[in-house]
Nanobody
Framework: QVQLVESGGGLVQAGGSLRLSCAAS????????MGWYRQAPGKQRELVAG???????NYADSVKGRFTISRDNAKNTVHLQMNSLKPEVTAVYYC???????????????WGKGTQVTVSS
């Protein structure tokens, strides 16, 4: 059984920073791409940033230059450093990962339960 657990969300003032973390655990053979999505009230879930198994990142245009995604393959973790936060980034942030479980020949997309990020003005 594989699960993703996010941490690091919270309330911060505009201009502040937060660091989100996501740890994958369970019966894991390998992890391919990992990423962060967010969903604000009344809006669709959208990609914030992704990172390949080799460490190549990609970002939504709205967060380029302010957010940094990284991963630690040895610890099966992915992080999202968020700087210069604005109220409009308030949302629930979800971690996802393409994981191949042990004893499986294919990978599956797993999601965490989300962590709330609130930026006050």
């Amino acid at each position: 059984q594989v699960q993703l657990v996010e941490s690091g969300g919270g309330l911060v003032q505009a201009g502040g920073s937060l660091r989100l973390s996501c740890a994958a655990s369970g019966s894991i053979f390998s992890i391919n791409a990992m990423g962060w999505y967010r969903q604000a009230p009344g809006k669709q879930r959208e990609l914030v940033a992704g990172i390949t198994s080799g460490g190549s990142p990609n970002y939504a245009d709205s967060v380029k230059g302010r957010f940094t995604i990284s991963r630690d393959n040895a610890k099966n973790t992915v992080h999202l450093q968020m700087n210069s936060l604005k109220p409009e980034v308030t949302a629930v942030y979800y971690c996802n990962a393409d994981i191949r479980p042990k004893f499986s020949s294919i990978g599956y997309l797993y999601w965490g339960k989300g962590t709330q990020v609130t930026v006050s003005s």
